[in-house]
């Protein structure tokens, strides 16, 4: 089944404690992405990349960072994570560099810090 | 700046009734743009998708249409179900400063129908 897999689906952590959120896809993506949820804020880009070795800052990068080794992992990690970092987040996929192809989301982790 | 809103905030209708949810966009210069469907605490379902040179997209009970010019795009429901409970968001893709390929978000019209 096609997909786009996230660990772990839910984390309770406390300030400092680095952790990093994984995401998978199975359908040869190239294009790769990191959202995160807020309430009255809407879906929010935080990094995303082109390719393997290929990554940028989407609108709110600080305090993340990616890393993209192989084509179908593109892990998010939070060196030294904050309270305002708890949120949801979603990582999605889509085809190509071609910008017209259709998004796909993972499942979403839910991420609280204390 | 691209923004993206959705009107109305909320909405709430009984079973069988056909709706419209509106969808705006303040920069015309877009590749596409996606319907998405978001149940509670749960992850973002692609709907449709309508690419800039297309007017309309249809899948079962849903259509969605474009009008890239006036910057708006509605999905339209028919005979809704207690089922199509859910939030819908509205996704805007383009080239915008340096984040290619980010998507814009709505902030979601939330749909109930009554049983």
């Known amino acids: 089944e096609a997909q786009v897999t996230q660990n772990p689906r839910y984390l309770i952590t406390v300030t400092g404690k680095k952790l990093t959120v994984t995401c998978s896809q199975n359908m040869n993506h190239e294009y790769m992405s990191w959202y995160r949820q807020d309430p009255g804020l809407g879906l929010r880009q935080i990094y995303y990349?082109?390719?393997?070795?290929?990554?940028d800052k989407g609108d709110v990068p600080e305090g993340y960072k990616v890393s993209r080794k192989e084509k179908r992992n593109f892990p998010l990690i939070l060196e030294s994570p904050s309270p305002n970092q708890t949120s949801l987040y979603f990582c999605a996929s889509s085809l190509t560099l071609t910008l017209s192809y259709e998004q796909y989301f993972g499942p979403g982790t839910r991420l609280t810090v204390t | 700046k691209q923004e993206v809103t959705q009107i109305p905030a909320a909405l709430s209708v009984p079973e069988g009734e056909n709706l419209v949810l509106n969808c705006s966009f303040t920069d015309s210069a877009i590749y596409n743009l996606q319907w998405f469907r978001q149940d509670p605490g749960k992850g973002l379902t692609s709907l449709l998708l309508?690419?800039?040179?297309?007017r309309e997209q249809t899948s079962g009970r849903l259509n969605a249409s474009l009008d890239k010019s006036s910057g708006r795009s509605t999905l339209y429901i028919a005979a809704s179900q207690p089922g199509d409970s859910a939030t819908y968001l509205c996704?805007?893709?383009?080239?915008?400063?340096?984040?290619?390929?980010?998507?814009?978000f709505g902030k979601g019209t939330k749909l109930s129908v009554k049983p």
């Open positions: 309508i690419q800039s040179s297309q």
């Open positions: 990349s082109m390719n393997v070795e290929v990554t």
């Open positions: 996704a805007v893709r383009g080239n915008y400063g340096g984040s290619q390929g980010n998507l814009i």
